[in-house]
Every structure is written in C-alpha cells, then in structure tokens.
C-alpha cells in the first residue's frame, strides 16, 4: 500500500482554516496518508492546537497562527516555510444576507478571506519560490459559485465564483513550474458555516432532501476529494474543477 | 413601534402600514414568504443592529414579538 500513487508519503501539505470543518478534516485525512507534515493555518490558535492533537502518528504537525487577509502577516508566515508538495487554500467565511441589505463592510470581509486571501498567498508561494517541482495547489470553492443558487448567498457565491476563475490562470501560468491547481466544489458539508443559527433547522431538513445521496456531505468526504489532488495520482489533473455535491446538480 | 411598523411593511412591495398593527401574525399575510423570513433578519440588523437567528425567528408569532424581540437584543 505505501506505493500507491494515492497516498501522500513524506509530502509536506499546507492547509488553510485548518481550525475546523474542511480544512481541519483535511488535515487529519493527509496525516492519515501518510503525510510527513502538516501545516496547519487558522487564526484560531486554540483551535489549530486542536487539529494538531488530532493529527495522525508520524505526521508532524506545525501550528501557524495567520490572519490571511492580512497581506504582511501572510508575508511573513511563506519567509519561513519549508519546501511544500501540496497547499489547501481552504479557509472560508460566510454572512448570508439578500441584496439589498449587504453592507460594504460584508462584501470586502466576504471576498478578503474567500477570495483575495488565497490570490495573496499563492503570490508569495511562487514569489519565495516554496512550492516544490511537482507540486500541488487545491482550493476551496462552492457549488454556491458553480450551479447551487440559493437565497441570501449572494457574495459567497460570487467570491467561490471568482477563486474557481482564478485557479484556472493559476493553473495556466504555473503549469512550467510543475505546480497543479484545481478547485473543488463541494455542496453542503456539515461545518460550523451551516449550523450557523441564522439557516432554519427546518430549512436545512428540506434542503437535505434535495440531494440525492440524502444527507449532507462528511468533511472527511470533502477531504478525500482534496486528498486526490494533491496526490500523484492526480497528476495529469490542472486547471479542473471538481464538484462533490452528493448528486445535488442533478436536481 | 409604529416606526417598527414602517420599517416592517418596506420589506414587501404592496403592503401598507396601516394594514399591520402589532397584533399582526405575520406568516399569515398573503405576502409571507421565506425570502421575507430572510428581509426581516436583514432589516433588524441594518436599522438596528440586532442579529436575529433561526430560533428568534421562530419564537415570534406577530408584529409585536418581532418588535419585542429587537428591543431585548439591543
């Protein structure tokens, strides 16, 4: 089993909001692979401590504590990383509201994580040259900015919108260096960003139903699917975008 | 409350304040709908920076408790 092109042995992975959800499943699943270590990016400190103790044996876990819309603080998180195999731009927020009551504040908040956060780190990734020869980049989008339109979503789906468009120029521009990038376009996962308090319980039973697998996604799902591209086995994989929806664009 | 009232009835297009009073059930106006669910929710923190989750939602019945329960977020 160690040899196959799945798993991830002796690769270095960073991950983004690695403090829960996705991101925290990610990392967990790539030190159950085989990862040999796992940086771990939130700015939940207490949090990211967490994911770490939950890391797989013989993974080594690094906690790096990063506000990623900061663009000094990302600055000086990438002068000190080691060489990467794999980067996960994962983390994510959300703040449903309808059109008219979106303030400026929400949309620049939205789209600094969601969006220009991952641009600003994929700069200086390149920039101080710290993605390894072959590499691999995977980002968290949305079936929200890819076929699922929903109420009250509106600029979550335009910032997922915007990062799958970007990880395709990425994708074009960085294929010389042998780095892939790929976006994943999960549907609703079950993380802290559903069980928010403002979606009705109600809403969300009925919403449930409308994927065909029946339930909403594990975020292990989601890092399975992640998993995939970083790995070797995905290596004639750039520029795609995968949706992980449980059957829901078939409705 | 009466200004309540106001802000309550922009949310729809047809709906005239002086239709509503505080007693008014509102998901049983004819104009009820989820996405006024979710205008109400907008409405409350834009005028008065109150956040409403799901379960203040549902514990309102009328007007009233709407107004009730922006006044005890506040």
């Given amino acids: 089993m160690k040899e196959s092109p799945f798993r991830?042995?002796?690769?270095?992975?960073?991950?983004?909001?690695?403090?829960?959800?996705?991101?925290?499943?990610?990392?967990?699943?790539?030190?159950?692979?085989?990862?040999?270590c796992c940086i771990l990016v939130a700015r939940n400190e207490s949090a990211l401590k967490e994911t770490n103790a939950?890391?797989?044996?013989?993974?080594?876990?690094?906690?790096?504590?990063?506000?990623?819309?900061?663009?000094?603080?990302?600055?000086?998180?990438?002068?000190e990383l080691p060489?990467?195999?794999?980067?996960?731009?994962?983390?994510?927020?959300?703040?449903?509201?309808?059109v008219q009551f979106f303030t400026e504040k929400d949309i620049e908040h939205i789209f600094s994580v969601n969006c220009f956060a991952p641009m600003l780190l994929m700069k200086q990734l390149v920039k101080r040259k710290k993605l390894k020869n072959p590499s691999s980049v995977v980002f968290t989008a949305s079936i929200s900015g890819y076929s699922n339109v929903a109420p009250a979503n509106g600029v979550y789906g335009a910032s997922k919108s915007a990062l799958s468009a970007y990880m395709k120029y990425a994708a074009?521009?960085?294929?010389?260096?042998?780095?892939?990038?790929?976006?994943?376009?999960?549907?609703?996962?079950?993380?802290?960003?559903?069980?928010?308090?403002?979606?009705?319980?109600?809403?969300?039973?009925?919403?449930?139903?409308?994927?065909?697998?029946?339930?909403?996604?594990?975020?292990?799902e989601i890092a399975w699917s992640i998993i995939y591209l970083l790995s070797d086995a995905a290596a004639w994989i750039t520029g795609t975008d995968l949706v992980i929806d449980g059957g829901r664009s078939l409705k | 409350m009466k200004e309540f009232i106001e802000k309550f009835a922009e949310i729809f297009d047809d709906v005239d304040a002086a239709s509503l009073s505080g007693d008014t059930k509102f998901r049983e106006m004819d104009d009820w709908d989820s996405i006024a669910g979710l205008s109400v929710i907008g409405m409350v923190d834009e005028e008065?920076?109150?956040?409403?989750?799901?379960?203040?939602?549902?514990?309102?019945?009328?007007?009233?408790?709407?107004?009730?329960?922006?006044?005890?977020?506040?």
Avoid at chain 1, 197 to 207: R, S
């Fill in chain 1, 8 to 36: 991830l042995d002796g690769k270095t992975i960073l991950v983004t909001g690695a403090s829960s959800g996705i991101g925290r499943a990610t990392a967990i699943e790539c030190s159950r692979l085989g990862a040999s």
């Fill in chain 1, 54 to 79: 939950l890391l797989a044996e013989g993974c080594e876990g690094v906690v790096a504590v990063c506000d990623l819309s900061d663009s000094d603080s990302v600055s000086e998180l990438v002068k």
């Fill in chain 2, 48 to 74: 008065y920076g109150v956040t409403f989750n799901a379960d203040d939602m549902r514990s309102c019945q009328t007007i009233e408790d709407l107004y009730n329960k922006v006044q005890s977020k506040k």
């Fill in chain 1, 172 to 220: 074009l521009e960085l294929v010389s260096k042998g780095i892939r990038c790929n976006a994943i376009h999960p549907g609703r996962v079950e993380t802290p960003l559903i069980h928010n308090g403002v979606t009705d319980e109600e809403a969300i039973k009925l919403d449930m139903a409308m994927y065909p697998l029946g339930r909403y996604a594990d975020p292990k």
């Fill in chain 1, 83 to 98: 060489l990467l195999d794999g980067v996960v731009c994962n983390a994510g927020v959300n703040k449903m509201q309808l």
